[in-house]
């Protein structure tokens, strides 16, 4: 089958096109290249076309996507900090470039699976978290990417199908330290020997998943006969900063004790996922566990 993957340079649309190109699958790439890198793709762009525009250019969106069996959509702006500080320019990108993906999916009859994020939930009344759980962003990022997902719904009713998978802490290699990085941070730090950063008392929870579980809960989801729903997709275990933070300083040797810092505006608190209807709905469930993957990668990054 043939497919686009919008943001394919970035972190997750990368793997996901290995992973895709490893199923004998047809990949284009879309991406302005304003965040994502050529870099990420060197294991598989002999065998992409890869589109430099973006993807608030309409026209040439609905030209690429004429003969697509499917879209997955990863182009966003995604820094939590970097969104107070470019309200506007993150409406534009991650809810007009969204709408502008399912305008061209519903011309064309195409199937959308749809990255958003965790951070529609805010910070949640329990844990781990439900689908069904109240929606209260906390910044202008998870605001973004709620108002993206009210779309989605919006052009299911028209006919589009879409699934939108609400990724939690995803890592992996090529991770920047700006979407969801503490773990990409933690180890450049503890690799040079600096202290680890805290922001807050490191007792907030989060819920790690691998990038690798991600790109194929995509694929499940794509395959799937599900036409529309927001799904979690993350690994059910809740771990604290501090806990992580002990880890990583234990894999690489390190002595000094992290420094603490005030917590960041708009960060959760806590963040767990229930991933049962992931488990239901796609057959999927996380395989990677965040120590042993830390042991195999900490030295390696």
Request: charged share 25%; net charge neutral.
């Amino acid at each position: 089958m043939k497919f686009i993957i919008t943001g394919g340079a970035g972190f997750i649309g990368s793997h996901l096109a290995e992973f895709l190109s490893s199923k004998g699958h047809s990949v284009q790439i879309i991406d302005n290249l304003s965040s994502g890198k050529l870099a990420n793709l060197s294991k598989v762009l002999d065998q992409i076309d890869f589109l430099k525009f973006d993807i608030l250019n309409y026209d040439k969106l609905r030209e690429a996507v004429k003969d697509i069996d499917g879209i997955f959509h990863h182009a966003a702006l995604t820094s939590v900090q970097d969104s107070f500080l470019r309200p506007e320019e993150y409406e534009r990108v991650n809810v007009q470039g969204t709408e502008n993906i399912l305008r061209a999916a519903k011309e064309f009859e195409i199937k959308v699976v749809f990255a958003s994020s965790a951070s529609v939930y805010g910070n949640p009344e329990k844990i781990p978290i439900k689908e069904d759980a109240e929606r209260r962003p906390l910044n202008p990022y998870g605001l973004s990417k709620l108002k993206a997902e009210n779309l989605c719904a919006q052009y299911y009713e028209l006919g589009v199908s879409v699934i939108g998978l609400r990724y939690f802490n995803v890592y992996g290699p090529r991770q920047t330290k700006d979407y969801a990085g503490v773990i990409t941070k933690f180890i450049d730090n503890a690799l040079d020997k600096k202290p680890l950063l805290i922001n807050g008392n490191g007792f907030q929870v989060r819920d790690f998943v691998s990038v690798n579980d991600v790109a194929a809960a995509n694929f499940l989801a794509m395959k799937s006969n599900v036409t529309c729903g927001f799904i979690n997709i993350g690994s059910g275990i809740a771990t604290s900063i501090k806990e992580l933070a002990e880890m990583i300083m234990q894999l690489s040797g390190m002595q000094s004790e992290p420094i603490y810092e005030e917590f960041k505006e708009g960060d959760i608190r806590f963040s767990q996922a229930n991933v049962d209807l992931a488990k239901e709905l796609l057959d999927w469930k996380p395989k990677t566990i965040l120590k042993d993957w830390l042991k195999e990668n900490v030295k390696n990054l």
